[in-house]
């Protein structure tokens, strides 16, 4: 391996627009996007979010995932080195008019989330009859 594969990768803290009116921290999860003909498939890493964690909304085309870490002191236990940060995920994208926005799908799994966008079926074209009176 090389020294650039090795590089520890830090989190990035989510900033926000406007006046927080809650004290919480934010991370931007780390995504991979890739399409196919018939969908759009988005990968967001969420390490420590459960599949309860998890929301997905969809308002005005914008297509906002969250996560929330339950966040459990250890019991009976002296913590003597926290590099771990409490705080969420949040990301938000904007979906495109090709995207069929009923269908869309979202699953949860070792930390990864997995949301399918599929494509709007092209019209197909058609014969229209004319109707006299």
């Known amino acids: 391996m ?28 780390a995504v991979d996007i890739f399409e196919t003909a018939e969908a759009v498939h988005v990968l967001a890493e969420m390490p420590g979010v459960a599949k309860d964690g998890v929301q997905v909304q969809l308002e005005e085309g914008t297509l906002t995932i969250r996560g929330d870490i339950a966040q459990r002191p250890p019991e009976g236990e002296t913590v003597l080195l926290r590099e771990f940060e409490p705080g969420g995920y949040l990301r938000k994208f904007s979906v495109a008019e090709t995207i069929d926005q009923e269908r869309i799908e979202a699953k949860m799994a070792d930390g990864v989330l997995t949301l399918v966008l599929p494509k709007v079926e092209p019209a197909k074209p058609r014969r229209i009859e004319v109707k006299g009176l």
């Open 2 to 29: 090389t020294e650039k594969e090795m590089q520890i990768q830090q989190k990035k803290e989510l900033q926000q627009a406007g006046e927080p009116t809650k004290q919480e921290k934010f991370y931007v999860p």
